[in-house]
């Protein structure tokens, strides 16, 4: 199989449907029945199930995994991770945000390189309408502070865009582990132990209405997140245990 896409789901009825559709319908044109969409809902409440199941009777490459508990985006992610079929894996946001031409334009230019992930944040990117300032800004905080921990030089770590050959993909996700604002750290950060090359290129994206995003409740818990994750690949690691217990009494 030549592509593996999988969508993690948490609530999406209002949004899942057209981006289902767009990518179908055009990769059904481009590969036929050699490519997959994998929908993973974690801990779904609404009818997002109920609108997968339908448009997977139209378009058979559409295939899901209703996942009771809410396992965070990272979860749903390695799960569908485990199950891919395709020489090329990659992941977008149910919101359509990352239009299906945009996505493809990772499948075109993944050549040489053994990931790529798209960016809202480097020359040549379009951005169809801005966030808020503040998310703008809480964004850029963010990526300082990755680059700063862990020496990653993608400028957009966050873009829900992201594609992988196979064989890279198997060599990190037995150890992947940290889900949540952190997974995509967590992810380049292995492949780049590991010595594999990913490519960061100037995408097409589209801000969605209807965000859960709370940016100050969001913003602090990416920051933790991102300490966390630092502690857990240093001497410190012993910390984690405390940090967690932490957490759990005084931020959820």
């Given at each position: 199989?030549?592509?593996?896409?999988?969508?993690?789901?948490?609530?999406?009825?209002?949004?899942?449907?057209?981006?289902?559709?767009?990518?179908?319908?055009?990769?059904?044109?481009?590969?036929?029945?050699?490519?997959?969409?994998?929908?993973?809902?974690?801990?779904?409440?609404?009818?997002?199930?109920?609108?997968?199941?339908?448009?997977?009777?139209?378009?058979?490459?559409?295939?899901?995994?209703?996942?009771?508990?809410?396992?965070?985006?990272?979860?749903?992610?390695?799960?569908?991770?485990?199950?891919?079929?395709?020489?090329?894996?990659?992941?977008?946001?149910?919101?359509?945000?990352?239009?299906?031409?945009?996505?493809?334009?990772?499948?075109?230019?993944?050549?040489?390189?053994?990931?790529?992930?798209?960016?809202?944040?480097?020359?040549?990117?379009?951005?169809?309408?801005?966030?808020?300032?503040?998310?703008?800004?809480?964004?850029?905080?963010?990526?300082?502070?990755?680059?700063?921990?862990?020496?990653?030089?993608?400028?957009?770590?966050?873009c829900g865009a992201k594609l992988f050959?196979?064989?890279?993909?198997?060599?990190?996700?037995?150890?992947?582990?940290?889900?949540?604002?952190?997974?995509?750290?967590?992810?380049?950060?292995?492949?780049?132990?590991?010595?594999?090359?990913?490519?960061?290129?100037?995408?097409?994206?589209?801000?969605?209405?209807?965000?859960?995003?709370?940016?100050?409740?969001?913003?602090?818990?990416?920051?933790l997140a991102i300490i966390r994750l630092?502690?857990?690949?240093?001497?410190?690691?012993?910390?984690?245990?405390?940090?967690?217990?932490?957490?759990?009494?005084?931020?959820?």
């Amino acid at each position: 199989m030549k592509l593996s896409i999988v969508i993690p789901a948490y609530n999406e009825e209002k949004r899942i449907k057209p981006t289902l559709n767009d990518y179908a319908s055009f990769f059904n044109k481009k590969y036929k029945k050699n490519f997959e969409i994998l929908v993973v809902l974690n801990g779904c409440k609404d009818k997002t199930l109920d609108v997968v199941r339908e448009t997977s009777k139209r378009y058979h490459q559409v295939k899901y995994i209703d996942i009771k508990e809410k396992i965070g985006k990272g979860g749903a992610i390695i799960h569908g991770f485990r199950l891919a079929k395709g020489e090329l894996i990659g992941y977008a946001d149910a919101d359509n945000a990352t239009k299906v031409k945009a996505f493809n334009d990772l499948v075109e230019k993944i050549n040489g390189f053994d990931g790529i992930v798209a960016s809202r944040w480097i020359k040549g990117a379009k951005i169809n309408k801005k966030q808020p300032l503040t998310r703008r800004i809480a964004s850029r905080v963010f990526n300082i502070f990755t680059r700063i921990l862990f020496g990653i030089k993608i400028r957009d770590t966050q873009c829900g865009a992201k594609l992988f050959k196979k064989k890279p993909i198997e060599k990190v996700l037995n150890q992947l582990g940290t889900t949540q604002w952190a997974f995509d750290i967590d992810l380049l950060y292995r492949l780049k132990k590991n010595g594999f090359k990913v490519l960061e290129i100037p995408t097409e994206w589209h801000d969605q209405k209807d965000s859960k995003l709370k940016i100050g409740k969001t913003s602090l818990e990416m920051f933790l997140a991102i300490i966390r994750l630092r502690l857990i690949y240093s001497p410190f690691k012993f910390i984690v245990i405390f940090y967690n217990k932490a957490y759990d009494l005084f931020v959820k």
